[in-house]
């Protein structure tokens, strides 16, 4: 697949994986997936019709391989013939569909499989987990679908058993129409807004943080199974946990209360009489049924009482225990089918602070200051897999972040997606598909149409309605589901949000709060004007500390542009050179088109130099990045439970090669804004007030800690030592507790050429709790120390293997004077020197002070991989080492 990247070299075969997707079936008793051996052509190549197509003896050998779960795009890509969209400004060769017309990308996807038809009572079903954005389906000469299968956010299933043929040669076809309103792709918010008539993506008409989606994602895109049953089809389980009072992680637990459902299909013209069963825990719970011929009905067990239960915590709180649990419908004493459920228990809940005049979220009762970050969508072109959202799921834990928005021009995400957050504590706020640029709530020139009518998008509300349905029973299951939304800045239109609010989620689900739209007065009470946003884009830090922004922030946020190893991934070298964004000059168009905003990028760059060669300005860009997300969640968390309850970061992923709010970029490469905010969002945390020098900590856990070692030392930029204090402290659970002000001291330091802090907190076992390090201008806020910092030459690597994927490096600076600052260790290939994706790493950009040691694990190493481990800092010269 290499030519999915300038250079195959690039990334290892894993990383080359989760970009594509897996291929592997899933491993399922009574299912498989259909994701292999697709073939398709676009719809004005062929004038057969479906029953043709799909005869298995009409030949496909004209038609071309096809990327199935996918889109025409990945197809087209697959077969080389579009370039890379997301590298330089490829994606202006490619067609835009608004030019073309829909019918350029209508295509024929089909499909030969193998399954007898049964001579018993198995029913075979063909089920679709997403198609964009209307199909027809036709198998072996038949056609399935009654009638056009409309919308993206639509499963279906349907009982192919009497459409098989005997001998077991099967052929799937299935034409793809793209959405009905594709969008004039203008430049504007979701281009000219029309986008939104349809019950799908707006993203893909573009925005100010992505170019258009030339197809607008038409295709196959989710997963397809061919499942079998019984006569009796168990579908949609259902699990909620109650888990009464307020709990700790630790110790011996109250019993939780477990309640069980499922949706029960008989599909024979006999009533049927059987057993529902539901085992967890290694016990089971029945309810006798009888089931009407061709009905379905929901089937309630009776309340199950879970004692000692192994509760589910956000990340940093605790464990995330998940039960296997299984549903089985028995018909004179065999499975007809069974469904399996991974259940976390945990019971999450809200309420109105009115103190912050905010919403606050509790998870097992216990209060939780929220820490999240902004979602758009894993990849824009829906290249989904397992092992890519696994792997961003963990960045975000190891951003220690608790929360994930998912943004409302994108999609009620996936269930591997949620698996992710279930294993790694990171709860979600799902929005619906609305926003306020598409949906009207703002006047807007790019837009063809007036608010009014905007504000009726999309065409079809009875088709948004079912979707909605359909995507609750789709995720309710998941821990880590907590908030539900109408939509990105917008509520939908009243004869959704009624029956939304008021019918469907109470009935489907009913055990999270459900907010009207992102940044609603009842999430949080905007009492100083503006849309309850921002602010947006690179700040001074004290913005972040002093100015009171809205007290459960959506949506707020900065930089995030990658260093030079990260830049050439998607920037033709002729392009490479130094970015500026000022009055007299523009950035380079590459730039641009990657959404690069640089404005005040300069002037938090240049107080340490000007950029030399777009090398150095990667790594400045860096100490901005890392200083920039450590300062605002350190703002936030400074005022938790007076001005706020919870902060969302606008953004901390990107889907496609962009430079805009990102804490690693699309090839899984962390850069500085992840080890910084990673730094300011530890659960216990000592910190510096940036205007007054106070030092101060934060206490978001659930337990109070009576005997910590504050260790704070000031240094200059020659590497004298000043002891500021080393004192026992304590702070109470969910506080923070102000201990004095170091201003005058760093002032009188590093008045001539700035200075350094470092702080520490350490337990009773002399174990490091919280760690940060600072570095501070000069009385002209210019970083002149660090422009003349000597080379740490001394500074000494090694890496050792600890286990299979894990690596311990070990960063010695036995100077008595330097201070080895900023650097960034990476596994490399042994031969190339490039890094290998995606890893994970402790901790990064790291500073060693003298006669100390850093130590740093990297997990996630590949077995057959040959790497080294390099490393290089602000005064600290390449070097590699190999791992012993």
């Known amino acids: 697949m290499s030519y999915f990247l300038k250079n195959s070299s690039k990334l290892f075969t894993f990383c080359l994986l989760?970009?594509?997707?897996?291929?592997?079936?899933?491993?399922?008793?009574?299912?498989?997936?259909?994701?292999?051996?697709?073939?398709?052509?676009p719809i004005k190549s062929i004038k057969e019709n479906g029953a043709t197509i799909s005869n298995p003896s009409f030949s496909l050998s004209a038609w071309k391989p096809a990327v199935v779960p996918g889109t025409v795009l990945t197809t087209q890509l697959a077969n080389k013939e579009i370039p890379d969209p997301f590298y330089g400004m490829n994606n202006e060769k490619i067609p835009d569909i608004y030019n073309t017309g829909r019918d350029y990308y209508t295509y024929w996807f089909a499909k030969d499989f193998k399954e007898v038809k049964p001579n018993d009572d198995t029913q075979v079903w063909l089920k679709f987990r997403g198609i964009n954005y209307s199909c027809e389906v036709f198998l072996n000469g038949k056609k399935v679908n009654e009638k056009l299968i409309e919308g993206m956010f639509l499963r279906q299933a349907f009982n192919i058993t009497k459409f098989l043929s005997n001998d077991g040669n099967n052929r799937l076809a299935v034409i793809v129409y793209p959405p009905d309103h594709v969008g004039n792709a203008n430049g504007g918010q979701g281009g000219d807004g029309t986008i939104a008539k349809n019950v799908g993506l707006q993203y893909t008409a573009g925005w100010d943080w992505i170019r258009p989606i030339r197809d607008r994602n038409t295709g196959i895109w989710d997963k397809v199974f061919i499942e079998k049953t019984g006569k009796v089809n168990l579908k949609d389980p259902h699990v909620i946990t109650i888990v009464p009072e307020k709990r700790l992680p630790e110790g011996i637990q109250k019993p939780a209360i477990i309640k069980a459902s499922a949706d029960l299909e008989n599909t024979s013209e006999q009533s049927i009489n059987g057993t529902l069963v539901y085992s967890i825990d290694g016990s089971k719970y029945t309810q006798k049924v009888s089931l009407a011929p061709k009905s379905t009905k929901t089937v309630t067990l009776a309340d199950i009482t879970l004692k000692n239960p192994r509760l589910w915590w956000p990340a940093g709180y605790g464990k995330q225990e998940l039960y296997d649990t299984k549903f089985e419908f028995i018909v004179?004493?065999?499975?007809?089918?069974?469904?399996?459920?991974?259940?976390?228990?945990?019971?999450?809940?809200?309420?109105?602070?009115?103190?912050?005049?905010?919403?606050q979220i509790y998870v097992n009762g216990q209060k939780v200051f929220i820490k999240g970050g902004n979602w758009i969508i894993s990849d824009a072109m829906l290249r989904f897999s397992k092992e890519r959202y696994d792997a961003e799921i963990r960045f975000h834990r190891d951003m220690n972040l608790n929360l994930i928005r998912i943004w409302g021009g994108a999609l009620v995400e996936r269930p591997e997606f949620y698996e992710a957050c279930d294993k790694y504590g990171l709860l979600v706020f799902q929005d619906f598909w609305m926003s306020g640029d598409c949906n009207g709530r703002w006047t807007d020139p790019m837009k063809k149409e007036d608010q009014w009518t905007r504000r009726k998008y999309p065409d079809n509300h009875a088709l948004f309605l079912e979707s909605a349905a359909d995507m609750i029973k789709m995720v309710r299951n998941y821990a880590s589901l907590a908030i539900w939304c109408g939509g990105n800045e917008i509520t939908p239109p009243e004869d959704i949000l009624v029956p939304l609010r008021d019918e469907i989620l109470p009935k489907l689900d009913g055990t999270r709060w459900f907010v009207d739209y992102s940044n609603s007065d009842a999430m949080s009470y905007n009492s100083i004007g503006g849309n309850g946003d921002g602010p947006y884009g690179i700040q001074p830090l004290k913005v972040f500390w002093e100015q009171r922004t809205f007290p459960f922030n959506?949506?707020?946020?900065?930089?995030?542009?990658?260093?030079?190893?990260?830049?050439?991934?998607?920037i033709p070298e002729a392009n490479l050179k130094v970015p500026y964004h000022n009055s007299n000059e523009k950035p380079d168009s590459v730039w641009t088109y990657h959404t690069y905003t640089g404005v005040g990028y300069n002037e938090f760059i240049d107080p340490y130099g000007k950029a030399k060669d777009i090398k150095d300005f990667g790594l400045k860009a860096q100490l901005v990045n890392y200083d920039q997300y450590r300062g605002l969640i350190e703002g936030f968390s400074a005022h938790s439970w007076d001005w706020y309850t919870g902060v969302i970061?606008?953004?901390?992923?990107?889907?496609?090669?962009?430079?805009?709010?990102?804490?690693?970029?699309?090839?899984?490469?962390?850069?500085?804004?992840?080890?910084?905010?990673?730094?300011?969002?530890?659960?216990?945390?000592i910190m510096a007030n940036p205007i007054d020098g106070m030092l101060m900590m934060v206490n978001n856990d659930f337990k109070a800690y009576r005997n910590l070692m504050l260790v704070?030392?000031?240094?200059?930029?020659?590497?004298?030592?000043k002891e500021i204090t080393k004192v026992f402290t304590y702070i109470d659970a969910t506080s923070i507790k102000k201990i004095l002000s170091v201003k005058n001291i760093l002032d009188e330091i590093g008045a001539e050429d700035g200075s350094f802090l470092s702080l520490q907190l350490l337990d009773e076992n002399q174990k490091v709790v919280s760690d940060n390090f600072y570095w501070y201008p000069n009385q002209k806020g210019i970083y002149s120390g660090l422009q003349n910092l000597p080379t740490a030459n001394d500074l000494k690597i090694s890496a050792k293997k600890l286990s299979n994927g894990k690596v311990e490096v070990t960063l010695l600076n036995p100077h008595s004077k330097t201070i080895a600052f900023f650097n960034r260790v990476s596994l490399v290939d042994a031969s190339s020197k490039e890094r290998i994706l995606p890893v994970f790493y402790s901790d990064n950009y790291v500073s060693v002070l003298p006669n100390s040691e850093?130590?740093?694990?990297?997990?996630?190493?590949?077995?057959?991989?040959?790497?080294?481990v390099s490393l290089e800092g602000w005064n600290v010269p390449l070097m590699y080492v190999e791992i012993k």
């Not at 496609?656 to 300011?680: F, I």
């Open 18 to 41: 989760i970009l594509f997707g897996s291929i592997q079936t899933i491993q399922a008793q009574n299912q498989y997936e259909l994701n292999q051996g697709w073939k398709c052509t």
């Open 649 to 685: 970061i606008w953004k901390t992923q990107n889907p496609w090669t962009a430079m805009r709010g990102q804490m690693y970029d699309y090839y899984l490469d962390p850069n500085a804004c992840l080890y910084g905010l990673r730094s300011g969002s530890e659960l216990v945390h």
């Open 554 to 570: 959506s949506e707020v946020g900065s930089v995030g542009t990658g260093d030079l190893e990260s830049l050439k991934r998607f």
């Open 712 to 721: 704070a030392k000031a240094y200059d930029t020659k590497g004298k030592e």
């Open 332 to 359: 004179n004493e065999k499975v007809s089918d069974k469904e399996e459920v991974k259940v976390g228990v945990r019971e999450i809940q809200s309420n109105w602070n009115s103190h912050t005049l905010s919403r």
């Open 854 to 868: 850093k130590k740093i694990i990297i997990e996630n190493v590949p077995e057959n991989a040959k790497a080294q």
